[in-house]
């Protein structure tokens, strides 16, 4: 089941003495946070004054946030959005939205195991997946080895390379 609110980043510290605070996102893009009105800080709703991109970071000023002192109080708090504010295009989908699928092999549809880790190297995504005996293997997300994304129904197909399940 999808989670209604996901995790998207910690507040990290304060900026300037207006009560903004520096929060480092875990979305693809820091420009991503900037598109939301409402931001919830361990689960409390606060509407977004303002945010913007600084050096890989986002600076926000929450409503209700004036002062240096209350910006203190958020240090440390983890970021989540709505995922009914997330707006993403058909076929889309959110990586947290792939723990736990069964991965599936393309031709025959046997099921080699579920994604228990998702690496975000620089070059592509690597999905770590747990097989059934308890083993490890990796997967590049790229179209040579993934066939198809179904995040609503919780699987990945791929097509794998001889040894490919050795490797972990």
């Known amino acids: 089941m999808k989670q209604p609110y996901l995790e998207t980043g910690r507040v990290v510290n304060t900026h ?6 520096k929060i480092v996102p875990w979305a693809d893009s820091p420009e991503f946070l900037c598109r939301f009105s409402t931001l919830y800080l361990d689960g409390t709703p606060y509407r977004v004054r303002s945010s913007r991109v600084h050096k890989g970071n ?4 929450l ?6 002192d209350d910006a203190v109080r958020l ?7 709505a995922r009914a504010d997330a707006g993403l295009a058909p076929g889309q989908f959110f990586l947290a939205d792939l723990m736990g699928a ?3 092999e393309a031709d025959t549809g046997s099921v080699l195991g579920r994604i228990a880790d998702i690496l975000t190297p620089p070059a592509s995504n690597v999905y770590v997946v747990e097989r059934p005996d308890g083993g490890r293997f990796l997967i590049p997300a790229v179209p040579a080895f993934i066939r198809e994304t ?6 990945v197909s791929v097509k794998l390379i001889e040894g490919m399940m050795d490797l972990v």
Do not use: L, P, W
Not at 63 to 68: N, R
Not at 150 to 155: F, H, I, K, R
């Open 58 to 61: 986002v600076i926000v000023s």
């Open 102 to 104: 069964q991965v599936r």
């Open 75 to 81: 240090k440390e708090k983890v970021v989540s959005i």
């Open 63 to 68: 409503e209700g946030v004036d002062t240096v």
């Open 150 to 155: 179904n995040a609503d129904e919780g699987y």
């Open 16 to 21: 300037g003495i207006r009560g903004e605070v």
